[in-house]
Each structure stands twice: as C-alpha cells, then as structure tokens.
T-cell receptor, first 112, second 115 residues
Framework: SQQGEEDPQALSIQEGENATMNCSYK?????LQWYRQNSGRGLVHLIL?????REKHSGRLRVTLDTSKKSSSLLITASRAADTASYFC????????????FGQGTTLQVKP | DTGVSQDPRHKITKRGQNVTFRCDPI?????LYWYRQTLGQGPEFLTY????????KSRLLSDRFSAERPKGSFSTLEIQRTEQGDSAMYLC?????????????FGPGTRLTVL
C-alpha cells in the first residue's frame, strides 16, 4: 500500500511561477527522496534528504523535511514548461532494505 | 538515460500467456528492485535482490510472478498465466548498497497490456 500522500494531486501554473508540492508519510524513515516522471517514462531522481536534515537545495529545487510532522515539501522556483511532469516523494522506511514507498504523486502542468 | 535498461519497452499479450521482462542495472550496483505502477498511482514495491539473493518479496507478488537475478547481474521478471489486472508499467531500479545515499536509479519501464 502507499505510504505517502501528496498534495495537491494536480497543480497548474504559469511559466516563471513557483510550484510547491507537499508529501506526508506514516512511518519512521532514514531518508526521503523526490522523483520526477514524464508521461509514460521512468522515474528520474531529483533530490534526497536525510532524516537528520531539514532543508536541501539543488539548482531550482528546494526540499524541506519535518520529521516531527512526517512531512516534506518540494519547491520548484522559476518554473519552466519542461518541468511539466508528475512528481513523487518516496520514503525508505527505517529498515535496511532500501525499498521505496511512494506517494500517489502530484501532476504539475507549467503553461508557457 | 540513467544507465538502467529494460526490455521490452512495451508488451501486449493475451490473457493466460506467459511474459518475461529483463532489466540490466548499472554495472557496479549490487541492489536491484522491481516495482509496478498502475495509471495514476505511484510505483509499488514488488521485490529486490542484493547481488543474486532475493531478499524480500511483496505480498503483491503472487505465485504467478517469479524473479531471478543469476550471477548478480541482469534480472528477469516472469508473469505466468497473465490476467488483465497485471496490466501496468513494470519498473526496475538499481542502487549501490554501501554508498552514502543508496539512491535508486530507474529504468524506462516495460508497459504490459493484457488483452
């Protein structure tokens, strides 16, 4: 079953605007990752944040993690039409298997 | 291109037929995962290997599903007596256990349609 819930399920913005997606999860984690998936394609790894980190940046991406609330957010700044995709958060649980548990994803549409 | 390849990219089969998918991970990666993704949902874990050992299987993986990773390199996922409910995207991912992040890199997926 899915561990996480993502909010919103769908987001439509204009190019140049910022996009914020939220993810909540249920169990303890070692780390949380965000992935992007273009329609019908595989997943592309965007960023990983460890459970002892609170914020991480990578280019136009900013991820925050609040382990007390079991939630994370992904901010994409200055969005581009090429950012149009589905975005998933994934947690690894607290074990050592490394298996990922994904949320249902947020579908982002960036209009040119 | 993440370096993980899957074959075939698309498979259409009739109900009751057997299908087999292949995944070639990044060469130095010792962990290999299989996930299934249905339309509008996030991927769901099926099984994973560390080297050639299959260490965990999801309860989603019924008796009709079998996976192998001979010699700890490529992996195959076989579905016997396919059902329409098996229609989905099957994703493979690999990672290196022992790295600081254990990031999983995904292949492009195999889309299965069961008629």
């Amino acid at each position: 079953s899915q561990q996480g819930e993502e909010d919103p399920q769908a987001l439509s913005i204009q190019e140049g605007e910022n996009a914020t997606m939220n993810c909540s999860y249920k169990t303890s984690i070692n780390n949380l990752q965000w992935y992007r998936q273009n329609s019908g394609r595989g997943l592309v790894h965007l960023i990983l944040i460890r459970s002892n980190e609170r914020e991480k940046h990578s280019g136009r991406l900013r991820v925050t993690l609040d382990t007390s609330k079991k939630s994370s957010s992904l901010l994409i700044t200055a969005s581009r039409a090429a950012d149009t995709a589905s975005y998933f958060c994934a947690t690894d649980g607290s074990g050592n298997t490394g298996k990922l548990i994904f949320g249902q994803g947020t579908t982002l549409q960036v209009k040119p | 291109d993440t370096g993980v390849s899957q074959d075939p990219r698309h498979k259409i089969t009739k109900r009751g037929q057997n299908v087999t998918f292949r995944c070639d991970p990044i060469s130095e990666h010792n962990r290999l995962y299989w996930y299934r993704q249905t339309l509008g949902q996030g991927p769901e874990f099926l099984t994973y290997f560390q080297n050639e050992a299959q260490l965990e299987k999801s309860r989603l993986l019924s008796d009709r599903f079998s996976a192998e990773r001979p010699k700890g390199s490529f992996s195959t996922l076989e579905i016997q007596r396919t059902e329409q409910g098996d229609s989905a995207m099957y994703l493979c991912a690999s990672s290196f256990r022992g790295s600081s992040t254990d990031t999983q890199y995904f292949g492009p997926g195999t889309r299965l349609t069961v008629l």
